[in-house]
């Protein structure tokens, strides 16, 4: 409340909005390690391809070759990278298609994407470490 006149002023009602609209995904994301957004945006790419179900090996596929077309230099061990793709699972961005093979290991187990394109995207552009490769594979898929 604007203290002088005694009225609510459109900047209180914007400052509300922001703090009642709050977005779990989109506060996990700028948590997420740079490899967690790399396996993110993979997931994401896969999706565009219409790719009918994936899983942890079809996207270190995916992540290889981004590796390979674009020469980055972040990238990390199959282990490690296992390790990320859980904590995604854990922290619920991503999660097991059905549950069906909670017996397989979670290599073969079929993922989804939990957050939209806009929130990726959001995401992405809030982490200020945000690999420049990464923005630009997800406009260009945008």
């Known amino acids: 409340m604007d203290v002088g006149s005694g009225f609510i002023s459109l900047e209180n009602f914007k400052a509300a909005l922001v703090n ?3 977005q779990p995904k989109l ?3 700028k948590d997420c390690s ?3 957004l790399y396996i993110l945006v993979c997931i994401k790419r896969l999706e565009v391809k219409e790719q009918e179900s994936y899983n942890f090996n079809s996207v ?4 290889k070759n981004i590796h390979d077309s674009f020469q980055t230099s972040d990238y990390y061990a199959r282990n490690v990278c296992l390790r990320a793709f859980e904590h995604l699972l854990q922290r619920e961005l991503i999660s097991f298609a059905d549950n069906r093979g909670s ?3 979670v290599e073969f187990r079929p993922v989804k994407l939990l957050i939209s394109s806009h929130q990726l995207y959001q995401g992405l ?5 945000c690999p420049a490769i990464l923005h630009k594979l997800v406009d260009h898929e945008g």
């Open 20 to 22: 009642i609209q709050r």
């Open 27 to 29: 506060e996990c994301l």
């Open 34 to 36: 740079i490899l967690e």
């Open 60 to 63: 270190m596929k995916e992540y």
């Open 103 to 105: 017996n397989q290991s």
């Open 125 to 129: 552009k809030s982490y200020r470490a």
